[in-house]
Every structure is written in structure tokens, then in C-alpha cells.
């Protein structure tokens, strides 16, 4: 009879008070290709392997669309996982509004649901684990305003629309830039990068072709549009600090770029840590505990001068071979 019921438990995906507690858990990511994602991915894994010592058995599925730039394709990846009634959903939405629908049915099937990196405007998921995004990009304004020392002409290069994380960014960025900043001088704030390096670097090569005597400054909001300028700032012979580039989250080509003194510097996330809190937050809430709304990751600010600081080293190269294999 026990196994019996234990057997149903594990059909719906749920768990058993008293007997072992098994979940089900889908992790998806905005895309599956930058660092970032397999950071995200790896935090996870670690949260899993933490809570099997306490035995509480979490299986999860990670899955979500190749590119960042395709909202139907990780609506359906929502969709699929609320068809196969998985314990709990925790997600990074494509798109603040496009992926409502599909959590908020998630929600009314009693499939908890834990928001990570990027907000949603719905009241149905559990919490929302993330960067304080708007002050992410405070910190990089401030740093750039102050290493061009309050003049000079600037160059906003966007990701995405509909992208709450990096439009908070973009905002928090322009904000101080026009109440701290004066003196400085927007080139072009209304440029979106894309889903990718490469369409990154197109949309930055038309700027430079078109600024690039005039810009003295640089901000790119994730690690895409960062580093699709760097590739266009090295082109076109403007890289090695002729002018001042600030970026947002790691990664390898942009690690390089830092050490090599083509990148000022740039804002750094947690984002191992924003997975391991997704899926610890998702555990927490089928096993009935309280969770706090909202759950700040931390930011911060790494240049070439703190690159090698014990912190800013593990944000830089987080131990993904320990946890991805």
C-alpha cells in the first residue's frame, strides 16, 4: 500500500509528509548559450545536491529556448511542463508580460512557481529571486561618469525589449547619468543589441560607424551586447581604454577584455547563486514554509584592479565543471 502510494505521489510530482520527499522541478533559463545561463544552471544543481543530504530527493529538468529572443518557444516549454504537472516551475521570463499567461495557469493548477533574473507583471508566482537590477545599472553609471569625470558623450547600447532585468538596468543607468551627470552628453540611448554576439556586434558597428569620433563612453546592459561591442571596438581601433566601456555580467571573452584593458569594467551578478535560491525557494515553498516576495542576489562591480580579490575571482569563474558535466 505504501508503495502504492508513493507511486502516485511521484506521478503528480509531489511529495509525501512522512514518507520520502521527492520533487520535480523546471528550471528555465531565457536561453541556454551564455555563461550566465550555465551559471544559473549549475546554482541549481548545487541546491539539489544540498538537499539530498537532508533527504529531500530534487530531480531537476533544465530546459529553455536557444536563443533569448524566441518568447513563443519558452511559452511552450511553460506549457509543456504544466501539462506534465511538475512539482514547481522556476523561471527566467523572455518577456515581463508574454509569459503571464502560462504562470498565471501554473498558479491556478497549484504548481508553485519562483521567478528568477528578470520580473514578471503578475502576483502569481511564490517570489522573485534576482538582482537588484535598477541599482546594477546605477553602479555602472556612476563608475563610467566618474572615469570620464562628468563629461564627455555616452553611448547606451539596450539588449531587448521587454526584457524587465536589462531595461531596469538601462533605466537605473540613465537616471544617475542625467541627475549626477550633466555634463555628459547622450549619443544614442534607443539601440537594442539582440539575442546574440553577433547581432551585438551589427548594431554596434553601425553606432561606431556613425559616433565613433565623438563617443568617449559606453555602456551595454548583458553579456551578449557586451560582448558583441568589444568585438566592434576592437575592429575599429578603438578598444585598449580610448574609450571608456562598461558591461554588464561575466564571461570569458569579457573576463579577457577586462584583463586585456579593453573593458573599464563591469557590473557582476551572482547568477549560481540566483539558481541555487530559485530551486531552494521552490523546495520551500512545496514543503509549506514561508518565503520571503522578494530575495536580493547582490551586485557589484569588478575592474582590473579587484578581478583577482578572492570574491570577484568566483564571480568571474564560477566551479560550472564541478556541477556541469
Do not use: C
Not at 108 to 117: A, M
Not at 134 to 141: F, K, L, M, Q, T
Amino acid at each position: 500500500m505504501k508503495k502504492l502510494l508513493l507511486a502516485l505521489m511521484l506521478a503528480a510530482g509531489g511529495s509525501l509528509t512522512g514518507a520520502a520527499e521527492v520533487y520535480r522541478i523546471a528550471v528555465i533559463p531565457k536561453g541556454t548559450t551564455h555563461e550566465f545561463w550555465k551559471s544559473i544552471n549549475a546554482g541549481a544543481i548545487q541546491a539539489q545536491r544540498e538537499l539530498a543530504t537532508q533527504g529531500i530527493t530534487v530531480n531537476i529538468i533544465w530546459k529553455g529556448p536557444l536563443k533569448e529572443d524566441d518568447r513563443e518557444a519558452q511559452v511552450q516549454v511553460v506549457e509543456n511542463f504544466v501539462g506534465q504537472r511538475v512539482s514547481a516551475i522556476v523561471l527566467a521570463p523572455l518577456d515581463k508580460k508574454g509569459l503571464v499567461a502560462p504562470v498565471e495557469t501554473a498558479v491556478r493548477g497549484k504548481i508553485p512557481v519562483i521567478i528568477i533574473d528578470s520580473a514578471l507583471e503578475s502576483k502569481g508566482p511564490a517570489s522573485f529571486v534576482a538582482t537588484d537590477n535598477r541599482e546594477g545599472g546605477r553602479i555602472a553609471a556612476r563608475n563610467l561618469g566618474q572615469a570620464l569625470a562628468g563629461k564627455g558623450n555616452v553611448i547606451l547600447l539596450r539588449y531587448a525589449v521587454g526584457s524587465a532585468s536589462t531595461e531596469d538596468r538601462e533605466e537605473g543607468f540613465l537616471e544617475v547619468l542625467r541627475k549626477d551627470f550633466p555634463g555628459i552628453k547622450l549619443l544614442s540611448s534607443d539601440q537594442h543589441a539582440g539575442a546574440t554576439r553577433d547581432s551585438a556586434k551589427r548594431v554596434a558597428e553601425t553606432l561606431l560607424n556613425r559616433y565613433g569620433k565623438q563617443v568617449n563612453g559606453i555602456f551595454a546592459s548583458n553579456e551578449s551586447s557586451a560582448s558583441g561591442m568589444l568585438l566592434a571596438l576592437r575592429d575599429a581601433g578603438l578598444a585598449g581604454g580610448k574609450v571608456k566601456f562598461v558591461g554588464f555580467d561575466a564571461g570569458e571573452s569579457l573576463n579577457a577584455g577586462l584583463k586585456a584593458g579593453d573593458m573599464m569594467g563591469f557590473v557582476v551578478q551572482h547568477p549560481m547563486r540566483m539558481g541555487y535560491l530559485g530551486v531552494k525557494t521552490a523546495v520551500a515553498v512545496l514543503r509549506g514554509e514561508k518565503v520571503e516576495a522578494v530575495i536580493d542576489t547582490g551586485v557589484g562591480f569588478v575592474t582590473k584592479a579587484n578581478m583577482d580579490t578572492p570574491e570577484m575571482a568566483e564571480l568571474l569563474h564560477p566551479p560550472l565543471d564541478k556541477y556541469l558535466k
